[in-house]
């Protein structure tokens, strides 16, 4: 079974975001797999995709904070700047944190569920200052 | 063809454990596919997986050895801390390195193996001082 | 339906190279899927694949630029130092960057095509100064 939809998500602020119950809600209107795997690609390179911890919210404060201070956007050797001082670091933590994930999908009483660790949450890393909406390509396949 | 099952991995110490064996075993017991790929998803988010050398175990020595100067326990910023100067670094890492891996598989001899190239391990990074048992999440689909 | 194939890259000099053409063409000449997903594994360990910017070089110059500042070849901690000082950070961006990527696939047409944003491309980071070629495990399923 094969089975693909995009989610549009709104626009957030710079920093990191919770979007797992978005994409359970868009995962658990496909049909239904005993077994699966749902892949979720972000179609953008200045954003990013990540499974962190779903709980304290300083945990996603914390890795911005420590991403903004590990690339600055002023670096006197950058030579992509038109954008502005938030692009090029963007385009550094979309591939340090990747735009992609692979997550383990089974139904329970015939709705999709992620079956992720009870403390894994998706996080959308939003690292534009306006980033606008972001759009995500999802597909499952399962049995 | 879909297979799931767990497996949980012994409690290691903090640092990056070759972990190709244990996968290789799980692998062998699940029904052969002649082309697959076996999805191996991590569930926690104080630990990572990811591919690198299966030789010299300075490698691995030496990854842990940048990432704990990369990120120090004790940076004066972070929130989230309650749960001990190893926690947050280990949250950094698990997002910087990932928490999944998607492997090629074939079956030889009617024995599902890894695809993967000459040197090419997996590797379980524990970021916490006293991490525990950890459990994976394995996926095979193939044909 | 599922289909593999190996592609081989000629050497690149150390630094990030779009190869999307390359893996596009061979995707090209697979069995055409209506929706699927091609894996593309990278079967080394010290160069790496990732999602980016398609359109500016300075991108690509500005990302190699950063992670040579990030991971210098002489760190005095390090041991695996026997294969020159390019070595041992490669290794790290292997792992940082990661060495694979599973991409959405549609037929348009009868011809495969990678589903992507407008601005993404697939990155080769070439992190020896001599790599030499690369070769990619490609797998391709769908239906």
Redesign the interface.
Known sequence: M???DTLTLSARKRGFHLISDEVEQALAEMPPV????L?V?????SASL????NA?P??R???D??LRR??PGN?P????TLEGDDD?PA??F???????????V?ARRGVNRL??????GI?LGEHRDHGGSR?L?L?L???
Do not use: I, K
């Open positions: 094969w089975h693909r005993s077994v699966g795997l892949h690609q972000l179609l953008h390179t990540t499974l962190n911890e304290d300083d945990v404060h914390d890795m904070a420590f590990l690339v670096l050797y950058f030579r992509h090029m385009h550094v979309a591939s340090l944190l990747g735009t992609q994930l692979t997550l383990p089974e079956a992720l660790g009870t403390w894994q996080w759009r390509c597909t396949s399962g049995e």
